[in-house]
Structures are given as C-alpha cells and as structure tokens.
T-cell receptor, first 115, second 114 residues
Framework: DQQVKQNSPSLSVQEGRISILNCDYT??????FLWYKKYPAEGPTFLIS?????DKNEDGRFTVFLNKSAKHLSLHIVPSQPGDSAVYFC??????????????FGPGTSLSVIP | DAGVTQSPTHLIKTRGQHVTLRCSPI?????VSWYQQVLGQGPQFIFQ???????GRGNFPDRFSARQFPNYSSELNVNALLLGDSALYLC?????????????FGSGTRLTVV
C-alpha cells in the first residue's frame, strides 16, 4: 500500500506557464515533506521541503503548498523553464530529524517543459 | 569537490550470480544509505550505515548485504540475483544520519539481471 502517491506519472507544460505537481499521503504521522528533482543519468537532488507547522514554503520559482486536512501537497513552479524538465519525487517522513528508513518516496512525476 | 561517486555505472548479470556495487561519499560525510529504484517507482530504502555501523535496514531479503569501510566508502552486495533485482541502485551520503534534507545522491548503478 503506497503511503505517498503521485497520481500523475507525467505532465507537459509550456515554457513560462505554471507547473503544478501533486502529491497525496495516507499516513497521518507524516509531518515533514520533501521534493526532489531527478535528471536522467543523475541522482535525485533535494529541491524544497515543508514542515506541517506551515502551509506554504517558497524558494525562488518553487513553492510548496501543504493541505494537512486533505493530506495533500503540491509543488508550483513559476515560470516553468525547459531546464525544469525532470522527474520530481515527493517524499514524506515523521519529523525533519529522522532515520532515513523512515523517509518514504512517491513514484515520481515526469515533467516536460516545452519551449 | 567530488560528489557521491558510484561504480560501476552499468552492469549486466545473469540470474543466480552475485554483484558488488560501490559508493564513495562526499568528503566529510559519514553516513551512507542505499536505495533501489525500480522503473516507475520511487527510491526504496535498503540500508543505512553511519560511522561503519548499520543504522537501518529496509524490507529486503538477506540476499542483500552491505558494509561501510574506515574511509566511509560502502559496498552493497546482492547474492543469488533474481530478474526482479534489475533496478537503479542509488547511494546517498550525508554528514549526519538523521537530517532528511541533508543527503546527496550519486548517479546510481543500473543493474540488469538477465
């Protein structure tokens, strides 16, 4: 049973528009969430995180929104650029400081930004 | 500074064989974790080592084993390979073993079992 779900395997967006990547989780113990970006032939790189004490966290063009009651988070990229084309993984854990076996990854969403 | 390096980058093995994958962490990082990523899924945790001690083990069979050396590099060993072991194996290193955002992944070893 997947505890972290990314129901859209792929997404295509025009350059300059907004990209919205969604993530749902089932475990109510999760209170810290991370997004990773992965280019082909490279390992995932940490992008942005959010704690459950917040409902929004911004870092430049990237904003993550958290809706605890719906157990849903989303990553917004504005404006989207061709270099953002990658697979995006959502991950969740109980606490920012936790052992790595407790970090659960979603299956990923492949984003294509079309010039 | 060199990032996390993994070797080999690609590997083809036959069912029943044994494989050893290697990982060199970022200089100063003492924690190494191993993940398996099957196509269409996110990384699945296999092992974590910190200061040469095993700190965590995921839900993988005993055919999977690992160790960390005094220089903090690590090896992942898989015995009696099955077709289902075909995956991208990722190594991640970090300075401490518990900051979820703190680890850096290598590019992975693509293992194909035929």
């Amino acid at each position: 049973d997947q505890q972290v779900k990314q129901n859209s395997p792929s997404l295509s967006v025009q350059e300059g528009r907004i990209s919205i990547l969604n993530c749902d989780y089932t475990n109510s113990m999760f209170d810290y969430f991370l997004w990773y970006k992965k280019y082909p032939a490279e390992g995932p790189t940490f992008l942005i995180s959010i704690s459950s004490i917040k409902d929004k966290n911004e870092d430049g063009r990237f904003t993550v929104f958290l809706n605890k009651s719906a157990k849903h988070l989303s990553l917004h990229i504005v404006p989207s650029q061709p270099g953002d084309s990658a697979v995006y993984f959502c991950a969740a854990t109980a606490g920012e400081k936790t052992s790595y076996d407790k970090v659960i990854f979603g299956p990923g969403t492949s984003l294509s930004v079309i010039p | 500074d060199a990032g996390v390096t993994q070797s080999p980058t690609h590997l083809i093995k036959t069912r029943g064989q044994h494989v050893t994958l290697r990982c060199s962490p970022i200089s100063g990082h003492k924690s190494v974790s191993w993940y398996q990523q099957v196509l269409g899924q996110g990384p699945q945790f296999i092992f974590q080592y910190y200061e040469k001690e095993e700190r965590g083990r995921g839900n993988f069979p005993d055919r999977f084993s690992a160790r960390q050396f005094p220089n903090y590099s690590s090896e992942l060993n898989v015995n009696a390979l099955l077709l289902g072991d075909s995956a991208l194996y990722l190594c991640a290193s970090s300075w401490d073993p518990v900051t979820a955002s703190g680890y850096t992944f290598g590019s992975g070893t693509r293992l194909t079992v035929v």
